[in-house]
């Protein structure tokens, strides 16, 4: 009987186990990339689903998304930043007003009372009211 080879051959079936280390990723996140079709079914041998190494080099080499666009490149500047998160809101103006008849009137019943108006959670209501209290002109927005 030939002695089995030592060196690593493109048609190896691997595990999901060794397709996890190689991609760097949880044999979960393999067996849920197979189903969901981000990455090959596989082989199922034996009732154990294995992938040729081929096909995970490939992979790993060729990750989609890599190098193709989308996102900033190294260097280049992130663009204009905002004063604060609700700049250009439309519900801040609507906070800003809220916040003079209101007076002493706890925050958050003040947020309860926007929020049963306008929609959206007290919480935001409350973040938006911080926020027009702390920016309290428009010339911020």
Do not use: C
């Not at 060729?62 to 666009?69: D, E, M, T």
């Amino acid at each position: 009987m030939p002695a089995l080879p030592e060196e690593e051959h493109p048609d190896d079936l691997l595990s999901a186990g060794e397709v996890a280390e190689i991609l760097g990723i949880s044999t979960g996140t393999v067996r849920a990339y197979a189903t969901s079709g981000h990455f090959s079914p596989g082989i199922t041998v034996h009732g154990s689903r294995l992938w040729p190494r081929r096909e995970v080099l490939e992979r790993r080499d060729n990750a989609p998304g890599r190098g193709k666009g989308g996102g900033r490149r190294a260097g280049e500047p992130q663009g204009p930043r905002k004063t604060h998160p609700y700049e250009g809101d439309p519900r801040l103006d609507i906070a800003r007003q809220a916040l003079t008849p209101a007076g002493g009137a706890p925050k958050g019943r003040v947020a309860a009372e926007l929020a049963a108006l306008h929609g959206h959670t007290p919480r935001t209501w409350e973040r938006l009211l911080t926020t027009a209290a702390t920016y309290p002109d428009n010339k911020d927005d």
